[in-house]
């Protein structure tokens, strides 16, 4: 059976502070943005940066890519899309689509590598934790 992935969307709003001062967002922000859908993916999912960390691990990006395509202003809504892409390394793959929510049009896309270090010794996992392990068998990742 072929790993499925899972997927979730969230809605956020372009605030104030993350526009230049003609009302086009900065592109540093796109990175927030993916930020923010792999928080609302992980509540929803569990697999959250605090639930990681309460078992004894952090998880920091080592890749991250985006493609932009159109602007976002200063009070625009967008969705953002993060899917989880399984795989049997010890990584976190997403990729995102950002879309305007009043268009449908797509805004920015793109991927992140985040890695399971542990906590206690800051040590690289060449394995899946076993908490890890256990998440992906119970949404069907292996």
């Not at 009302?23 to 928080?39: L, N, Q, S, T």
């Not at 932009?68 to 969705?79: C, N, T, V």
């Not at 060449?126 to 068998?137: G, S």
Request: hydrophobic share 35%.
């Amino acid at each position: 059976m072929k790993p499925r992935s899972l997927s979730n969307r969230t809605e956020v709003v372009v605030r104030f502070n993350e526009a230049d001062p003609l009302g086009i967002v900065w592109h540093g922000h796109y990175v927030r943005y993916f930020e923010d859908g792999r928080e609302a993916f992980g509540h929803a999912y569990g697999l959250s940066y605090l639930d990681v960390y309460h078992q004894g691990f952090v998880v920091p990006i080592v890749n991250f890519q985006c493609d932009y395509k159109k602007s976002l202003r200063y009070g625009d809504k967008m969705i953002i899309e993060t899917t989880y892409k399984p795989c049997d390394a010890a990584k976190l793959l997403f990729s995102y689509q950002l879309f305007n929510a009043a268009t449908n049009e797509l805004v920015a896309k793109g991927s992140s590598v985040q890695v399971f270090l542990d906590l206690k010794n800051n040590t690289l996992q060449l394995t899946n934790p076993p908490f890890f392990q256990a998440w992906k068998e119970k949404h069907e990742m292996t």
